[in-house]
């Protein structure tokens, strides 16, 4: 398994459309959650974006799983950063 962290830059403009997808992200969240694939995940508190840590096989995984998650098709959010993270210390 990897570490992976995503960072999503929201498109402000479609802040309206975000906010009626996110319940849907956020059921999706916490399915892969419970799945042990979403180790930590939050918006900025500026709401201009969010940070998302995933513990996937690969990046061809993540990407699946990202294709799948409800603020894609929504079309509401850039990729800003996709790598493949190590962690310093351990993580419970």
Do not use: C
């Amino acid at each position: 398994m990897a570490f992976y962290v995503v960072q999503l830059r929201f498109d402000l403009a479609a802040s309206d459309r975000r906010m009626e997808v996110r319940p849907a992200h956020r059921e999706y969240l916490t399915e892969l959650k419970a799945a042990g694939k979403l180790v930590a995940a939050g918006p900025f508190t500026d709401q201009t974006g969010a940070l998302l840590v995933y513990d996937v096989a690969d990046e061809a995984e993540l990407r699946d799983i990202l294709a799948k998650d409800p603020y894609t098709p929504a079309n509401v959010y850039e990729l800003a950063t996709l790598a493949e993270w190590e962690p310093l210390f351990p993580i419970s």
